[in-house]
C-alpha cells in the first residue's frame, strides 16, 4: 500500500514561493515590466542593522509592501529601494559597550580611528537577520543595492545640501542652551527631545533670597535645586503685583495672587507693588560657591506667571534657555559649575564629581542648614530624557551648530498644506503644532561616528567655507586630496585648507551632524544627486506616499520636510501614512523587559507571513493604537487563508475528478447563484480598488474577507450537488467556470495582502505568477446590485432561522412545517428563494408576508414591583388598564 503524503503546511507553501521567487526573479520582473510607465514613489526610512527587527517593523513593512504591490499590479513602475541607517550615537554606544569601554575619554584613549572603524564594521551585526525577517515577511525590497549612510556618495550628497545651507546664510554657529545629554555627552535637537519624554517626580524648592539692605527676604521659586549653586538673578514679571508679608517675625516677598497657596497660615499684607519697583534690588545668593561680577539682582521677565511657585524665579544661566538670554539681555555674569559629564566641578566641593540630577536632596539639606530653605515639595512631571540611552536630559550651554529652521516656518507650514495626511488630524494637529512652534535645528554633535559637518574655519580670519563636494574640497585643500579619502572622521580632519580671503589656514571644526538630517537627506542622496543621473533622480521626487510609524512625526517625516524645504524649497511627499503603535492585547506597549513582546519572526514561523499581514490589515484601522496577539494572526489564519485554501481545494479536488479545464469561449450554463457571486466579485473589487486608492486598508481587507466567507459558506455549500452531478453538463461547467473565475480574481485581489497563498493559488490555476498579472478591473456588466440585495436578505433569513433553532434548541436535523417572513420589499421577488430558504433551514414550506400581526398575539403583564413603588394604592387600577 501506496505511503499517504504528507500535507504540506502553510510555513513549507511559503518557503517554497520564496524560493521560486529567487529562482525566477519574479521581484525584478515586477519592475522591469513596467519600465517606461508612470512611476509611483515610496520612500524606505532606513532601519538601524545593529538592532533586531520587532512586530512594529513587521507592520510597518506590512503596509509599505501591499502598498508597492498593488501599485504596481495597476501597472506603475514602483522602485523599492531598501536603506540602511548607519550613523550615530545608538552605533557608538554598542560599539563602547562591546568594547567594555564608556565616554567620550576612554574613546579618545582607545583611540578615534580604530573607534570608527570598530563603529563600520558593528552596523551590519544583523543584517542578515533582518534580510531573512524581509524576505520571510515577503516584502518586496532591493536589498542588493540599498542606499548606505556610511558611503562617501551619500555624505557627498549630504555635504552638497549643507553647502547649500551654508551660502543662504542659514548654519551658524551659537553658544547657547540646548537639550544636552550628559551621558552621550552631546546636544540634541528640539524634535529628538520630542522622543523621549517620560513621568518622573522631582523636588521643587522655594528658597529665602535676603535684600542686600535689609533684613527681608526674597522667596525665589525652582524646579531645579541642583542649579542654586550658579544662581545669577531673580526674575519678576514686571506686570504681576507683589506683596511684603510678616510671618513667624520675618518679612517675604512675593505675587500677591500667591500669597494663600505659599502660605497656609494667614499673614499680614505690609505693602503692594509692581513688579517693576524691584528692578535693580541687590540680595544676598543663597550659596557663594562662585564670583558673579555683575548679578545678584532682581531683573523683569514677562515670561514669569502666578500659575505656581512664587511668581519668582531663580535664573542660572548655563541651565535654562530662558535664564541664558535673560542675562544676555541685562548684561549678567554667566557662570557654569557643571562639567560636560553632567556633574559638578570643583567649584563645588561638597558635591564635585557627582551627577547633578542626583543631588537635589543634598543641596536642600545644604539650604536648611544655612536656614534658607523655606519650602520643598516633590511634584510629577514630563521631563525629557535621551531617546537614545534613556538618560534623564540637562538644558546646558553649549557651543553648538544651528540652522535657522525658524525663518522657514511659514514656507514649512505652506508646504505642509499640499500634503494628505493619514489619519488626516495629524496635518494640522501633532504635525503641525509642532511646526507652529518650531525652534532652530541643532544639527552639531560633539560625537564621532556621523556624517561631518563640512564647515572649514580659517585660523586666522574666521572666515568660512563649506564645500558642497569632494572636488570643491579638493580645489581648497594645501594639499592634494586622494580621491579615495574615507570622509569619516579622523581621516577627514587632516585636511588643512587655503582662506580665499587671507591665505591663512583654514580647519574643519570638528562636529559630526544629527543623524535625523542624514536621513531627510534620503531622497537626494540614495541618488547621489546631483552628482549623478539627474534625470532618474526628477522621477524619483518628490514621494507619491512616505509610510512609518507615528513615533516619526517628529523624525523621518520631519527631518525629510525640513531638508527638502531648505534644499528645494518644495515638500517631499504628497501623501504621508502615519501608523498606530502594536500594542499587546491588553493595550500595554510591547517590551522584552515586561516579558509581552511579539517576535515578528516566530509569529511567521508558526502562522505564516500571510496571516500575520492579514491580521495588522483586518484587525483595525492603521493609524490607530492596535491590540495584538497570537489569537489575533490565528483568526486571520483560520477565517482567510484556511478558508480560501480549502475553497481551492474544494475546486481542485473536483476539477481533477472530472477533468475540467477551464475554458472562456464555453462557461455553461450560469444559474443565479452564479451571478450572484460574480456580481458580488465586481462589487467587492470595485470596493476595494477605491478604499485602496485611498489607503483604507482594513476597509479593503474586510471587503474581501466578506467575498471569500460567501464564496465558501455560501457559494460553495449551495452549489455542491451541482459539482456532484454526474457527467459534464452545462450546469455543472457553469459551476465550475465561476468558481474558477472567482478564485482566480479573488488571487488577483488579494495578492498584495496576503501574496503567498495568492501566489500558491493563482499558478496552479493559470500557470504564472499572480504578482506579474494587473490588478482586476470591475466589469460593471456583471454587477447586480438588486440581486445582491435579495440574496443579502435571504442570508439574513438563513442566519435568523438558524438562530431560532439554536435558542430553542431544535436542531436543523429536525424538519419545521412552516418559516413565516414578512418584508417590507415586493413578495413576488423572493418566491423564487424559498425552496434555497427551505433547503438550508430544513422547513417544509416558507410563507412570505408584509405583516406579521395575523401570526403573532400580543400579552402585557405587569411588574408588581416597579408598579407598586410608582404607584402605590392606586396599582391594582393600573393592573386592570393594562389587563383591558
Known amino acids: 500500500m501506496q505511503k499517504e503524503q504528507k500535507k504540506e503546511t502553510t510555513v513549507e507553501r511559503e518557503t517554497r514561493i520564496r524560493t521560486l521567487w529567487a529562482q525566477e526573479g519574479t521581484f525584478a520582473k515586477s519592475v522591469s515590466n513596467r519600465a517606461g510607465q508612470q512611476p509611483f514613489v515610496f520612500y524606505e526610512g532606513p532601519p538601524t542593522a545593529n538592532g533586531l527587527p520587532h512586530v512594529g517593523h513587521a507592520f510597518g513593512r506590512t503596509i509599505k509592501d501591499v502598498v508597492a504591490r498593488y501599485k504596481t499590479m495597476q501597472g506603475y513602475l514602483v522602485e523599492r529601494k531598501a536603506g540602511w541607517d548607519t550613523h550615530g550615537l545608538p552605533v557608538e554606544l554598542g560599539v563602547e559597550k562591546a568594547l567594555g569601554i564608556s565616554g567620550k575619554q576612554e ?3 582607545y583611540g578615534v580611528e580604530q573607534f570608527i572603524q570598530a563603529c563600520k564594521k558593528s552596523v551590519f551585526t544583523y543584517e542578515q537577520k533582518w534580510r531573512t525577517f524581509t524576505e520571510q515577511l515577503g516584502y518586496w525590497l532591493d536589498m542588493d543595492e540599498p542606499y548606505l549612510t556610511l558611503s562617501n556618495d551619500y555624505i557627498e550628497t549630504v555635504w552638497h545640501i549643507l553647502s547649500h545651507v551654508h551660502k543662504e546664510k542659514l548654519l551658524y554657529k551659537g553658544h547657547r542652551v540646548s537639550p544636552y545629554c550628559p551621558s552621550c555627552q552631546t546636544s540634541l535637537s528640539s524634535h529628538e527631545v520630542a522622543q523621549g519624554y517620560k513621568d518622573v517626580k522631582d523636588l521643587s524648592v522655594t528658597a529665602m533670597f535676603k535684600l542686600e539692605d535689609r533684613d527681608e527676604y526674597i522667596l525665589g521659586w525652582t524646579t531645579t535645586p541642583w542649579t542654586l549653586p550658579a544662581n545669577v538673578a531673580l526674575a ?21 495672587s500667591l500669597v494663600s497657596k505659599v502660605f497656609s497660615e494667614p499673614v499680614e499684607i505690609l505693602s503692594e507693588h509692581d513688579g517693576q519697583e524691584f528692578a535693580g534690588v541687590s540680595y544676598r545668593s543663597p550659596f557663594s560657591y562662585v564670583t558673579v561680577h555683575k548679578g545678584h539682582i532682581v531683573v523683569m521677565a514677562d515670561y514669569v506667571t502666578e500659575h505656581s511657585g512664587t511668581g519668582i524665579v531663580h535664573i542660572a544661566p548655563a541651565y535654562g534657555e530662558d535664564d541664558y538670554k535673560t542675562v544676555q539681555e541685562h548684561g549678567l555674569s554667566f557662570v557654569n559649575v557643571v562639567d560636560l559629564k553632567g556633574c559638578y566641578t570643583e567649584a563645588v566641593p561638597e558635591l564635585v564629581g557627582r551627577f547633578v540630577k542626583d543631588c537635589d536632596v543634598d543641596i536642600i539639606k545644604m539650604l536648611a542648614a544655612k536656614e534658607l530653605l523655606f519650602a520643598k515639595e516633590k511634584y510629577e512631571h514630563s521631563y525629557p530624557h535621551c531617546w537614545r540611552c534613556d538618560s534623564p536630559l540637562l538644558y546646558y550651554a553649549t557651543d553648538s551648530w544651528f540652522i535657522k529652521m525658524s525663518a522657514l516656518k511659514e514656507q514649512l507650514l505652506q508646504n505642509n498644506q499640499q500634503v494628505t495626511w493619514y489619519p488626516s488630524h495629524i496635518k494640522d494637529g501633532r504635525f503641525g503644532n509642532f511646526l507652529e512652534n518650531l525652534v532652530d535645528w541643532n544639527i552639531s554633535r560633539n560625537r564621532y561616528w556621523g556624517t561631518p559637518l563640512n564647515v572649514w574655519i580659517c585660523q586666522d580670519c574666521n572666515h568660512e567655507e563649506a564645500p558642497n563636494s569632494v572636488a570643491a574640497l579638493q580645489q581648497l585643500a594645501k594639499g592634494a586630496v586622494n580621491e579615495q579619502l574615507e570622509l569619516h572622521k579622523p581621516f577627514i580632519d587632516d585636511i ?22 542624514d536621513s531627510g537627506s534620503m531622497p537626494f542622496a540614495q541618488q547621489h544627486y546631483p552628482f549623478e543621473d539627474v534625470a532618474n533622480f526628477h522621477h524619483q521626487f518628490p514621494a507619491d506616499v512616505v509610510i512609518e510609524g507615528i513615533d516619526q512625526t517628529r523624525g523621518f517625516f520631519y527631518s525629510l520636510l525640513a531638508v527638502s524645504t531648505l534644499f528645494t524649497g518644495k515638500p517631499p511627499y504628497k ?3 502615519s501608523l498606530g503603535h502594536v500594542l499587546d492585547e491588553h493595550g500595554q506597549k510591547m517590551s522584552k523587559s515586561k516579558g509581552n513582546a511579539l517576535e515578528p519572526v516566530e509569529l511567521i514561523e508558526e502562522y505564516g507571513a500571510d496571516a500575520l499581514r492579514w491580521a495588522f490589515l483586518v484587525d483595525s484601522s492603521p493609524w490607530n493604537p492596535k491590540r495584538f496577539s497570537k489569537k489575533v494572526v490565528l483568526d486571520a489564519k483560520s477565517k482567510l487563508v484556511d478558508t480560501l485554501d480549502n475553497t481551492f481545494k474544494f475546486y481542485d479536488m473536483y476539477a481533477q475528478i472530472d477533468g475540467f479545464t477551464y475554458d472562456a469561449t464555453n462557461t455553461g450554463t450560469r444559474s443565479q447563484l452564479d451571478h450572484w457571486i460574480l456580481s458580488r466579485l465586481h462589487h467587492t473589487i470595485q470596493l476595494v480598488t477605491a478604499s485602496m486608492d485611498d489607503y483604507q486598508f482594513t476597509q479593503a481587507t474586510r471587503e474581501i474577507g466578506q467575498l471569500v466567507e460567501e464564496l465558501s459558506n455560501w457559494y460553495i455549500r449551495r452549489s455542491r450537488a451541482r459539482f456532484w452531478a454526474n457527467g459534464m453538463t452545462a450546469d455543472k461547467r457553469g459551476a465550475f467556470s465561476t468558481l474558477y473565475e472567482a478564485l482566480t480574481s479573488i488571487c488577483q485581489l488579494i495578492a ?4 503567498f497563498i495568492a501566489e500558491d493559488i493563482y ?3 493559470c500557470g504564472k505568477s499572480v504578482h506579474l498579472e494587473k490588478y482586476p478591473l470591475l466589469d460593471d456588466q456583471l454587477v447586480d446590485v438588486r440581486l445582491e440585495q435579495e440574496m443579502a436578505t435571504v442570508l439574513t433569513v438563513v442566519e435568523l432561522g438558524r438562530s431560532i433553532r439554536n435558542s430553542q434548541g431544535i436542531k436543523v436535523k429536525q424538519p419545521l412545517s412552516e418559516l413565516i417572513v414578512a418584508l417590507k420589499s415586493e413578495l413576488s421577488d423572493y418566491q423564487a428563494y424559498s425552496e434555497l430558504i427551505q433547503d438550508e433551514l430544513n422547513i417544509k414550506a416558507c410563507r412570505w408576508t408584509h405583516d406579521f400581526s395575523a401570526y403573532e398575539s400580543v400579552h402585557y403583564k405587569l411588574n408588581f414591583k416597579s408598579a407598586g413603588a410608582a404607584f402605590g394604592p392606586k396599582v391594582n387600577q393600573v393592573k386592570e388598564y393594562v389587563l383591558h
Open 496 to 517: 588643512v585648507c587655503t582662506c580665499p580671503v587671507c591665505q591663512g589656514d583654514m580647519k574643519r571644526t570638528p562636529e559630526v551632524i544629527d543623524v535625523w538630517f
Open 107 to 109: 574613546i579618545e584613549n
Open 236 to 256: 519678576m514679571n514686571p506686570a504681576l503685583r507683589y506683596v511684603r508679608v510678616r510671618h513667624a517675625n520675618s518679612i517675604y516677598i512675593l505675587a500677591k
Open 763 to 765: 499558478r496552479q490555476l
Open 752 to 755: 498584495p495582502f496576503t501574496p
Open 575 to 577: 501623501n504621508v501614512l
